[in-house]
Nanobody, 125 residues
C-alpha cells in the first residue's frame, strides 16, 4: 500500500489543523493506521493509532485530549485532527500502515510496514 500525507502547514499556537493520509489499493481496511512525528534532532515518536475498523484508538499522553484520529475506509483515508496545538507539536508528521487483525492498534514504529513521506507541521508562538 502507498501512503500520501497532506494537510501540514504553519499554524498559530492554540489553533487547529487536520492532516490527511490517503492510501492506494483496495485493502485499506485490512490495516491498522498510525500517525508518528519527528522533530529536528529527535527520534520519531508515536502520536496516535486506530484499528482496522476504527473501533479502537490510542494516543500519546502528549496529545491526548487535543488530537483525534479517525478513518474513512470508503475513502481509503485516515485523518489526524489537531486542536489547541502547541509549539512542541512542531514536527514532520508521518502516517503508517500495519496489516493486522481487527481491534488491534500499535504504538511502535517497527510494527508498521508502510510509511508515507511525511508532512511538515510548524506551530508559531
Amino acid at each position: 500500500v502507498q501512503l500520501q500525507a497532506s494537510g501540514g502547514g504553519l499554524v498559530q499556537a492554540g489553533g487547529s489543523l487536520r492532516l490527511s493520509c490517503a492510501a492506494s489499493g483496495r485493502t485499506f481496511s485490512s490495516y491498522a493506521m498510525g500517525w508518528f512525528r519527528q522533530a529536528p534532532g529527535k527520534e520519531r515518536e508515536f502520536v496516535a493509532a486506530i484499528s482496522r475498523g476504527g473501533t479502537s484508538t490510542y494516543y500519546a499522553d502528549s496529545v491526548k485530549g487535543r488530537f483525534t484520529i479517525a478513518r474513512d475506509n470508503a475513502k481509503n483515508t485516515v485523518y489526524l485532527q489537531m486542536n489547541r496545538v502547541k509549539s512542541e507539536d512542531t514536527a514532520v508528521y508521518y502516517c503508517a500502515a500495519a496489516p493486522t487483525i481487527a481491534g488491534v492498534v500499535f504504538t511502535t514504529p517497527g510494527r508498521y510496514d508502510y510509511w508515507g513521506h511525511g508532512t511538515q507541521v510548524t506551530v508559531s508562538s
